[in-house]
């Protein structure tokens, strides 16, 4: 494998799901049956509001994965920007795609 940025076509399969947060800003992404033998490598996108946001996946299996959400609000403290706590955010659309490692 090449570490200058080649384009390697993936060779096994792909699948792709889209669910909502939940209050805990969790999302649980089930795998069709026998699509995995082994946990796949997962990548995630956003589709959400204004503001920042962190996605984080917190468990992966087979079977499904899960995602937690935080986001965090933007203070100015003394003329200077800097982020807030992060809370669990709700309703923020994750999307998903894995593929067999």
Known sequence: ??????YQPT????ERATGVTDGSGNV???????A??????????LQ????FYSPRITAN?????TVNVLQAAGIT??????????APASGVTVHAHA???
């Open 1 to 6: 494998m090449a570490t200058s940025g080649d």
């Open 11 to 14: 060779s096994g399969r792909v």
């Open 28 to 34: 649980t992404l089930a795998w069709p049956v026998g």
């Open 36 to 45: 995995f033998s082994a946990p796949p490598v997962v990548t995630i996108a």
């Open 48 to 51: 959400a509001g204004a503001g």
């Open 61 to 65: 299996a087979a079977g499904a994965t």
């Open 77 to 86: 403290l003394l003329g200077i920007g800097v982020l807030a706590a992060g």
């Open 99 to 101: 593929t067999a490692a």
